[in-house]
């Protein structure tokens, strides 16, 4: 007998999946034995880096790492996470209280509201972003009200188009910069603005930095913490997943402010217990050389990015390179929204490439590319584009 399942009002309340015809699509290509070139991933394509699975394999041997893990993560590697703060973007932690470790930075990006956030209580989230702030908000019964990032203000939001009563009643406002999707970057005037908002308005700032390291040329992607008063009234997440292609090690961090950790670390104590210690060592291997595998990492990115920015250049796409992050966001061309582009790439060219509705309302009109194919294979893409919409293709629609 089949029964209904009748699941809480917090999963109906999710927003839908946009993408089951493109996934659809990938199938019946993949079927049809067509070469397809998945540019719609945000997973380093890059292996781990030998000497932090050698960490990690020293570390599973030592069978004091068999047991149940701290909470909050092991005092060693929330000491490697202070010193690569202090080295890298000059900002100093105690590790005792302002850093902790996290199961992957989704983890702690998904659990934060349920610190912070009654039913009913606003949560500032911008769009297009990341999927997990809005749906994290839902989750633990609060509202998203969305921020437009829009092309006219470098894909940062007017913090001035708040209304006062919303903000009276937010309790989070969520930061993404290096940005997913839209590539942009902030800088430290913006951020002065979010601490000056965040302290009128006592709201928890929580800016996401997964991208810190993922820059090109002489961009340098600042840390939030470095303004001044930020650390009292916000939080930083960082992931080891994008700066040392770790995605599948499940290992991140949470820094700042100690009060609004230990809310935090209260919601984890009764969900997670903690992180496989010798991942954690893995970890602290990992901060130990992250300098120096982000530069290797960037080299990489760098030639992809700019192979793939001069061919859709060549075929009159509209975009800016990017300075950060290994995506590059494209406006679609006339005619097309952002799903039926993604369709079109997919069916005409065999590329998969995310469309910026997925994001967010405010990301129709754009699709993502992900530069986590080898460059020969970013070649091949950008041949198959010229091809399907190049000059002649364009001439053909007037
Ligand atoms: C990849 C990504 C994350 C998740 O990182 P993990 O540490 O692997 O959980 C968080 N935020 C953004 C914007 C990302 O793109």
């Known amino acids: 007998m089949r029964r209904d399942v009748v699941y809480a009002d917090r999963i109906s309340q999710l927003p839908p999946y946009l993408f089951a015809r493109i996934d659809e699509l990938k199938a019946e290509a993949r079927k049809r034995g067509v070469d397809l070139i998945d540019l719609s991933i945000g997973d380093p394509d890059i292996p781990t880096p030998r000497s932090i699975i050698d960490a990690l394999y020293e570390a599973a041997k030592n069978p004091s ?33 302002e850093v902790i470790a996290l199961i992957g930075s989704k983890e702690g990006i998904a659990h934060i509201p349920f610190a912070f956030v009654n039913p009913g209580d606003y949560v500032l989230v911008p769009d297009p972003a990341y999927p997990v702030y809005f749906n994290a908000t839902i989750l633990a019964g609060g509202i998203p009200r969305t921020l437009p990032l829009l092309d006219e203000n470098e894909f940062r939001p007017d913090l001035t188009a708040i209304e006062p009563e919303i903000l009276k009643r937010s309790k989070i406002l969520f930061l993404n910069y290096p940005n997913n999707p839209t590539t942009a970057t902030a800088d430290g005037d913006f951020f002065r603005e979010v601490v000056d908002l965040a302290r009128e308005y006592d709201i928890v700032v929580c800016h996401d930095n997964p991208y810190s390291e993922i820059v090109f040329d002489d961009t340098r992607a600042m840390s939030f913490l470095e303004v001044d008063g930020a650390i009292e009234i916000g939080l930083e997440f960082n992931s080891l997943s994008k700066t040392c292609n770790m995605t599948g090690w499940r290992i991140g961090f949470a820094v700042g402010a100690s009060d609004l950790l230990a809310g935090l670390l209260k919601v984890k104590t009764n969900i997670d217990s903690g992180i496989f210690e010798a991942v954690q060592w893995a970890g602290i291997r990992a901060l130990e050389i992250a300098d120096e595998v982000a530069r290797a990492n960037t080299q990489i990115y760098k030639e992809r990015r700019d192979v793939l920015c001069r061919g859709l250049e060549g075929a009159g796409f509209e975009f800016k390179p990017p300075a950060a992050t290994f995506y590059v966001w494209v406006r679609v061309p006339g005619g097309y929204d952002s799903i039926s582009f993604a ?41 198959r584009i010229e091809e399907a919409f190049g000059e002649a293709e364009k001439a053909k629609d007037l």
């Not at 790492?65 to 000491?79: A, I, N, Q, S, W």
């Open 65 to 97: 790492t068999h047991r149940y893990p701290t909470y909050d993560g092991m005092l060693p590697f929330r000491e490697a996470v202070a010193g690569w703060y202090a080295r890298s973007k000059g900002v100093k932690l105690n590790p005792e209280d």
């Open 343 to 383: 369709e079109a790439l997919l069916s005409r060219c065999g590329i998969v490439v995310t469309p910026g509705v997925g994001f967010g309302q405010h990301g129709e009109g754009f699709v993502r590319f992900a530069l986590t194919e080898p460059v020969e294979r970013i070649e091949e893409a950008v041949e």
